[in-house]
């Protein structure tokens, strides 16, 4: 899907946006605005996430403002370039989504998305410190 989405965004003309990029945006867009809150959902550094709002800064897609709740805390929000890219990602998901329904059929996409929607329980943790191999 990402790819797809992607594609379809280049192809309008946006720039290419990377996934921490997009999943950025998605934060934003779903009303998670604080860069701590958004470092924490994607389980990022808080550095790597003020590294990837400030790229998009640059491109003009978000903007950092002081938090009018909490002086002490900035929130993120899209631009008007932002907010164009994003309704144009809306087009190209809904799209996609209508692409996926035809080749599986409805019933089945309907399932795929009770699936998905589905409680899957706690967050599969990585492994912390990965099995060495042995040597033989």
């Excluded at 790819?3 to 290419?16: M, V």
């Excluded at 790597?48 to 950092?64: E, F, G, R, W």
């Excluded at 899209?78 to 035809?102: F, N």
């Amino acid at each position: 899907m990402d790819e797809g989405l992607q594609a379809r965004l280049h192809d309008r003309g946006w720039p290419d946006v990377s996934r921490p990029q997009s999943m950025v945006m998605t934060n934003v867009v779903s009303g998670v605005v604080r860069p701590s809150d958004i470092a924490r959902n994607l389980g990022v550094s808080r550095q790597a996430i003020h590294s990837t709002i400030n790229q998009m800064i640059t491109l003009d897609m978000v903007k950092l403002d002081t938090d009018p709740d909490d002086r002490r805390h900035m929130i993120v929000s899209l631009t008007e370039t932002g907010a164009r890219m994003r309704q144009d990602a809306q087009r190209a998901m809904d799209a996609l989504t209508a692409q996926i329904a035809e080749v599986l059929g409805q019933d089945r996409f309907d399932a795929l998305l009770a699936s998905l929607e589905a409680d899957w329980g706690d967050n599969i943790e990585r492994d912390p410190a990965p099995a060495k191999k042995k040597r033989a």
